[in-house]
Every structure is written in C-alpha cells, then in structure tokens.
C-alpha cells in the first residue's frame, strides 16, 4: 500500500498529460479523432461592401436616405452644391462656342485667300501679257530707231514704257507670292483651331462629368450601412460618406493546410451561422486561394532565421451558398459560421 502510494502523483501527472496530448488532438483533428468531417470555426460571411465616396468637393445640400435604408441601383443618396459646376460646365460651352465660330470664320478666310490668290495670279498673267506687248514694240521701235526712221524721243519713251511693264510683273508676282503664304498661314490655322475646339470639347466634357458627379446614386441594388454626412457638411473627394452592402454573399473559410487535400472544387458541404442560433445552410466549394492567408498579410513571415518553428498555414476557401434556403436573407457580411465538410477521398 505504501509503496502504491507513492505511485499515484506519477500517475496523475501522466494521466494529465495523455488527457492534454488527447486534448490537442481532439481539437486539432488529428489522428486517432481525425473524423470524416472537416470542421472549422474560422469562417465568416462575405459580401461585396462598397465605400460611397464623393468624387469632387463641396457642400452636401442634401441626404434624402437613412441609415440601413434598401435602395435601387441609381437612387440618389448624396447632393452636394452644383452652382459652381453649372458654372464651370457653361463656361466651357461658351468657349466652345467660340471654337467653334473661330473655326469656320478661319474657312472663311481660307476662301477669301483662295479668291484673292486667283486675282493676284490674274494680274500677274496680265502683267505678262503687258511686258510682251511693251517688249515686242521696244523691238520694233529699236529697229526704226537704227534705220533713221525713229526720234530718240519716242524711243526713250517705247523704253520706259518696256521698264514699267517688268516692274508691274515683278510686283505681281510678290503680290502672288504674298497672297500663296497667307493662303497657308490660314490653312495651318485651320489644325490650331481644330486643336482648340477638341479642348473646348473635352472641357465641356469633363464639366459635365463634374456636374453628374454633384449627385452620388447606389452603384446597384442593395442596403446601406450607417450614414456618415449630414446636410450642410463640408466633404472632400475621398470623404467616406456611407456604406453600400450589395445582395449577393458568400462564406470565406480558412481551412488548415493539412486538410485541404480533402477537399474538392464543388464540394457540398454545410455551415451554421452563430448570429442565427446555429442554424444550418448548404453550400458548395467554388474556388480555392492561390496562397495561404499569410501571404497576404502587410509584413510579410521570413522563415531565414537561425531558429524555425513550423506553424501550421491556414488557405482560404470560398463557399458559394446554395440559393432559395429559408433565412438565407438574413446572412450579413461579418457573420461569424462554421464550416462542415465532408473528407474527399484522396
């Protein structure tokens, strides 16, 4: 007897720690209680959560929705003053307007350089036509001179008359000349003016842009979260304003490394939503993580050190939930659930 009762702390003691090891394991579902179900805690629902933000900065004239009010794709949540942009959006069309005039005032003048360097060459021709008539009688005259049959009177005259004509060309043809390069002058301004109205066009676009944006409607169907502005409040582009939770949500469950090989792209499997007293849903598997959830944590986990503990990875997986189930409208983004699973065979 005394000799049993010196046994019984070492006893204890290893009895202790098989209970703590079965413990372990147990929860851990590692062999010899690994069952045929996958189970994990560490699941949440998701869904697709939208920051409503305005994209200008402004007074806010007006919120006409309320906190955790279902809206329409295209419902106005959010007005903000649009004096400034009505502003800007009609003096861009003014300058547009402009443009525009600039444009075909430059067509214009690009006809009546045309015309004018048609009359220019006309003259030009008659110029010539006048230096021919004004040579071929210096000619004549020049040769009467020689025979005795001219006064150096008329021929000094024949010859001025033969240098008025070659200076009347000369002229004409710089007037030629002149008028060709205002000619181009203008039809290099013709792509100046086509820049400016371009400008001018995608000034009145974005002004419109800037107008549209003074009013922020839901991106689609869905509900709101809290509202953050309230009228009169100052905000800025980037202000979170409200959150928008759209209908469709799905479960995101982190699975350990070890027993991802039991699982199957299309799986069925089960959860259970702690926020609805474990009240079970069908889903099914649809896609696996391309990496374990740490790899997608800021700082990343350097394993290049002298000692090494290996911690089990968990990979996320995301479960689709099978529609039309009873109270499966009442599933919200942030939902704690359990997952269920039944082991794939390998």
Do not use: C
């Amino acid at each position: 007897m005394t000799v049993l009762k010196h046994h019984i702390p070492t006893v204890l003691i290893v009895l202790i720690g098989v209970l703590g090891i079965g413990a372990v394991l147990y929860a851990w579902q590692l062999p010899p209680f690994a069952g045929s179900e996958i189970r994990t805690e560490n699941a949440y629902v998701r869904g697709s959560v939208t920051t409503i933000s305005p994209q200008i900065a402004g007074y806010v004239t007006e919120v006409p929705v309320q906190d955790f009010a279902t809206v329409k794709a295209g419902d106005v949540l959010v007005k903000i003053d649009d004096r400034i942009a009505r502003q800007t959006l009609a003096q861009a069309e003014a300058a547009l307007d402009s443009a525009r005039a600039s444009l075909v005032s430059n067509a214009q003048d690009i006809h009546s350089a045309e015309a004018v360097l048609e009359s220019r060459k006309a003259a030009a021709q008659a110029a010539q036509a006048a230096l021919d008539t004004a040579r071929a009688n210096w000619n004549r005259q020049d040769k009467l001179k020689a025979k005795g049959f001219l006064s150096q009177s008329d021929a000094d005259d024949s010859q001025l008359s033969l240098q008025q004509a070659e200076a009347a060309l000369t002229e004409a043809k710089s007037n030629v000349d002149v008028a060709r390069e205002d000619l181009a002058s203008a039809k290099v301004r013709t792509d100046t003016l086509k820049a400016e109205l371009a400008s001018a066009e995608a000034a009145v676009a974005l002004a419109g842009i800037d107008l549209e944006h003074t009013v922020i409607r839901a991106p689609r169907d869905g509900q709101l979260g809290q509202i953050g502005v309230k009228t009169g409040q100052y905000v800025t582009a980037g202000t979170s304003l409200m959150s928008h939770v759209g209908p469709e949500v799905w479960v995101i469950a982190n699975v350990r490394e070890r027993e991802l090989a039991d699982m199957a792209q299309g799986q069925p499997v089960r959860f259970t939503v702690d926020a609805l007293h474990d009240r079970s849903f069908t889903g099914h598997v649809a896609v696996f993580s391309p990496a374990t959830a740490s790899e997608y944590s800021v700082l990343g986990n350097s394993t290049a050190t002298g000692n090494f503990t290996k911690i089990a990875q968990r990979v996320p997986v995301k479960i689709l939930i099978d529609p039309d189930q009873p109270g499966a409208g009442r599933l919200a983004p942030g939902m704690s659930v359990v997952l269920h699973a039944p082991r794939q065979a390998s």
